[in-house]
């Protein structure tokens, strides 16, 4: 992409030397020129540009007040600003007001060659920053969501209707059905897009990691704590907390994530100075909090302050009109994933899909699809290329042969194997079962 520059003086002369001088440097750099602010901001709002070098004294204005008008337009436009009679309480607010540099003319040519090179460094990556945040909020855009049902429109117009606030949000909903996906669409639909969205599974930790993983530690606060740890409050400041499987937090961490939502403090493990930090927090569980609360096992207090709007995902049984529509979608990732065509579908297969109870939503919809493609032959999905333990209820009931369904499982057994390279742990993964389980059936069948 072409770089483009600003000059603003109203020394005609002065002007039109520094570009060439800055022309000699990048053969293919645009520079655009003005006389004044009022014809620079013109400059601005009709073209984007890299870098800004403005005079400060000026027939219209002051150059240390117009950048923040620059800053305005161009927020990723970095400003050096320059004079003929440098005062230090100038520069000072220039740096404050977000120039990049401050320098006083003549008094080092040679210096401006290498500070444009920083500028235009530091543009350039602030610009390839921000393309990269725009791509992965397009990703996990609400319209990215896949599904046409009326059950997941609400939810997704719910979702879009809290996310430029900065209310807490308690997602419900089964295990599978999304929840983290449709945390990110709220955080990237959010202000705080450009700040970090950062999850943390509550059910996945002991209580004394889960804490410091929260709230970080200082060293020395116990056995192990060599040096200070940030926790991923701090880590998500400015941003996105997303609390996955709440339900599952201990009750005496409860207090203290209660603590943050309502004053924005927590302590670190072994400090006495609290830490501020500004956070909008996400929680998630597949648990009925309220009957939690009765049972004594969670905060009521807690619950009211995160259940001030709630969206209830649905179940992937109670949408099954969206099924094809996944299917689809997921065929499309894993294949590409794998270095495959797009293979055709055949209708038994997604029938098969159809005909299911599903209990671990659309994340176990999309394991079965992974897997099936392992197995596909040809360039088309069909019932057969299923797992054995899909079509487990069907085999038994069209042939009672045991020994074939054995063999069902043993040929669908050494395909992932041959699949994974041998890896065990990746081959139970994708076959749904425990490492322990897979290495008797490798011993059961001499694979």
């Known amino acids: 992409m072409q770089k483009?520059?600003?000059?603003?003086?109203?020394?005609?002369?002065?002007?039109?030397l520094l570009a060439r001088i800055i022309q000699l440097e990048w053969e293919d750099l645009e520079i655009l020129q003005a006389a004044?602010?009022?014809?620079?901001?013109?400059?601005?709002?009709?073209?984007?540009?890299?870098?800004?070098?403005?005079?400060?004294?000026l027939p219209d204005g002051n150059g240390v007040d117009?950048?923040?008008?620059?800053?305005?337009?161009?927020?990723?436009?970095?400003?050096?600003?320059?004079?003929?009679?440098?005062?230090?309480?100038?520069?000072?607010?220039?740096?404050?007001?977000?120039?990049?540099?401050?320098?006083?003319?003549g008094d080092d040519n040679n210096k401006i060659i290498p500070l444009l090179y920083k500028a235009f460094d530091k543009a350039g990556m602030a610009k390839r920053l921000a393309r990269l945040e725009e791509q992965v909020g397009k990703k996990y855009a609400f319209d990215k969501i896949v599904g046409q049902s009326r059950e997941l429109k609400e939810a997704i117009a719910l979702g879009e209707k809290v996310a430029p606030t900065d209310t807490t949000v308690?997602?419900?909903?089964?295990?599978?059905?999304?929840?983290?996906?449709?945390?990110?669409?709220?955080?990237?639909?959010?202000?705080?897009?450009g700040k970090n969205f950062v999850a943390v599974n509550c059910s996945a930790f002991?209580?004394?990691?889960?804490?410091?993983?929260?709230?970080?530690?200082?060293?020395?606060?116990?056995t192990g704590a060599m040096k200070d740890k940030s926790g991923l409050f701090e880590e998500a400041h400015g941003g996105t907390l997303f609390l996955d499987e709440m339900g599952e937090m201990p009750l005496e961490l409860q207090a203290k994530i209660l603590r943050v939502l309502e004053t924005g403090e927590f302590f670190k493990v072994g400090e006495s100075k609290p830490s501020k930090v500004d956070v909008r927090i996400i929680a998630a569980t597949n648990r009925n909090l309220e009957q939690e609360v009765e049972d004594g096992h969670f905060r009521a207090d807690l619950y009211y302050r995160l259940s001030v709007f709630n969206i209830s995902l649905p179940s992937l049984n109670d949408r099954k009109i969206d099924i094809?529509?996944?299917?689809n979608y997921f065929v499309g990732i894993c294949a590409s994933k794998m270095n495959l065509k797009m293979p055709k579908i055949e209708d038994s297969y997604v029938e098969a899909f159809m005909n299911r109870v599903w209990k671990g939503n659309v994340r176990e919809l999309k394991n079965i699809v992974e897997r099936s493609l392992i197995l596909m032959d040809g360039g088309t999905l069909t019932q057969e290329n299923l797992p054995y333990d899909f079509l487990h209820h069907e085999s038994v009931g069209?042939?009672?042969?045991?020994?074939?369904?054995?063999?069902?499982?043993?040929?669908?057994?050494?395909k992932v194997l041959i699949h994974t390279h041998g890896n065990k742990a990746e081959a139970a993964r994708l076959l749904g079962i425990g490492i322990a389980t897979?290495?008797?059936k490798i011993e059961e069948y001499q694979l």
């Open 4 to 16: 483009r520059m600003l000059i603003i003086d109203d020394e005609d002369k002065l002007r039109q």
């Open 36 to 57: 004044t602010l009022k014809a620079g901001l013109h400059c601005l709002k009709q073209q984007d540009v890299d870098v800004v070098i403005s005079d400060v004294k």
């Open 66 to 105: 117009f950048v923040i008008e620059i800053k305005k337009q161009q927020p990723l436009a970095e400003v050096i600003l320059m004079t003929a009679f440098g005062q230090i309480a100038d520069g000072v607010q220039a740096i404050k007001n977000g120039a990049f540099d401050y320098m006083t003319k």
């Open 170 to 193: 308690l997602l419900l909903g089964e295990t599978g059905t999304g929840k983290e996906v449709f945390a990110q669409s709220i955080h990237y639909a959010s202000k705080r897009r």
């Open 206 to 222: 002991s209580k004394e990691i889960l804490e410091s993983e929260l709230f970080g530690h200082v060293a020395g606060s116990f």
């Open 324 to 327: 094809p529509l996944l299917i």
């Open 398 to 414: 069209s042939s009672g042969s045991s020994y074939a369904m054995q063999e069902v499982e043993k040929n669908h057994i050494r």
């Open 438 to 440: 897979l290495y008797r």
